[in-house]
C-alpha cells in the first residue's frame, strides 16, 4: 500500500510562486511515475504534469499545456518525494492538487494512476 502526503498549498497572489510537494510511503519509490492532477470547483480533475520511474532511466517529463513553462516538476529518490515548482501563478490555477503514483509508466490519464493524495488547495487570486 502506497501513502501520499501532498503539501505547500495555499494562498498566492498572480505572478506569486508555490512549491507543492509530495512525500511517499513506499519501498521502492524508484518504481513509480508520479504526477500532479487538479481540479477546480464544477470541473473535472485534469492532468498537470508527470514525471518517468527512475528504474527506466529515462530522463521524461511531461506537462499539460497550460503549465508549460510555468510550472516543473522534479523528484527526488532519497527523499521518496515528489515536487511541483509554480511559477507565474494565475487566478486559472486555483484548484485542489493531487499527487499521485502509478507503478508503471504513467500518463496523463488519471485512471492510470493506482494511488493518490488526499489533495492541498492552491488559491491564487487577481
Known amino acids: 500500500q502506497v501513502q501520499l502526503v501532498e503539501s505547500g498549498g495555499g494562498l498566492a497572489q498572480a505572478g506569486d510562486s508555490l512549491r507543492l510537494s509530495c512525500a511517499a510511503s513506499?519501498?521502492?519509490?524508484?518504481?513509480?511515475?508520479m504526477a500532479w492532477f487538479r481540479q477546480a470547483p464544477g470541473k473535472e480533475r485534469e492532468f498537470v504534469a508527470m514525471?518517468?520511474?527512475?528504474?527506466?532511466?529515462?530522463?521524461?517529463?511531461d506537462y499539460a499545456g497550460s503549465v508549460k513553462g510555468r510550472f516543473t516538476i522534479s523528484k527526488s529518490d532519497a527523499k521518496n518525494t515528489v515536487y511541483l515548482q509554480m511559477n507565474s501563478l494565475k487566478p486559472e490555477d486555483t484548484a485542489i492538487y493531487y499527487c499521485?503514483?502509478?507503478?508503471?509508466?504513467?500518463?496523463?490519464?488519471?485512471?492510470?494512476?493506482?494511488?493518490w493524495g488526499q489533495g492541498t488547495q492552491v488559491t491564487v487570486s487577481s
Open positions: 514525471i518517468r520511474r527512475s528504474s527506466d532511466s529515462i530522463n521524461y517529463v
Open positions: 513506499v519501498r521502492t519509490f524508484s518504481d513509480y511515475a
Open positions: 499521485a503514483a502509478d507503478h508503471g509508466l504513467g500518463s496523463r490519464r488519471a485512471a492510470n494512476y493506482d494511488y
